[in-house]
């Protein structure tokens, strides 16, 4: 049983998460920096999900990059955990080659010393997917997805432009392992977190 003021503090999150989704679907498009045709394009609130189940299956996160972009990425979720008693920061990234998967990919985590692996793969529509979070417990935790996008081939980057094409869920029961497919995703690669 929850203390009125912490109940209250969880029913407001939540109604800001919510509030923050209508208001990017009301604009049609995720709130973003463009630094001009070429360099670097900021992503905020692409995503965000508010869970109150005791579990700790990872997060999905299904972007609006594709295989095909060629651009290189940086992800950061973040916000906090009740059932850890710790904030969540994760922070992973990499670059979008279409004939060698992702290249160059990286994780940390300097928020909590629970998450241990990022999961990076594809769809079959080709979307980049990014699991993690294995080992936060989900009772009560919040979190946000904020990108940024570096690009230097003139390209607009169409679907990452589009808030319909970012998506935070809870993904089956279990993780990849060391496998390069699971739960209809294909070319998984396995980045262990290197905690900061």
């Given amino acids: 049983m929850l203390d009125d003021g912490l109940q209250a503090v969880l029913d407001q999150t939540a109604a800001d998460i919510k509030s923050l989704n209508e208001k990017k679907a009301e604009k049609g498009s995720p709130l973003f920096v463009d630094s001009g045709q070429y360099g670097v394009r900021t992503l905020t609130n692409a995503a965000s999900l508010f869970n109150q189940s005791s579990h700790t299956r990872l997060w999905r996160l299904k972007t609006g990059l594709k295989r095909s972009d060629y651009h290189m990425f940086s992800i950061r979720i973040s916000g906090y955990s009740y059932g850890n008693k710790a904030g969540i920061d994760i922070a992973c990234g990499g670059y979008l080659y279409s004939t060698n998967n992702v290249l160059n990919t990286y994780a940390m985590s300097s928020g909590t ?11 079959n529509n ?7 979070g294995q080992g936060i417990s989900k009772y009560y ?14 390209s607009a980057l169409p679907g990452a432009n589009n808030p319909d094409n970012w998506v935070l869920t809870i993904a089956p029961p279990g993780n990849p392992g060391s496998s390069s497919s699971w739960a209809g995703l294909t070319q998984i690669v396995r980045i262990p977190v290197v905690q900061k």
Avoid: E, R
């Fill in 113 to 123: 010393k629970h998450c241990s692996d990022v999961w990076m793969g594809f769809d």
């Fill in 126 to 132: 080709d979307n980049l997917i990014v699991l993690t």
């Fill in 141 to 154: 935790a919040g979190v946000t997805v904020d990108a940024q996008l570096f690009y230097g081939t003139g």
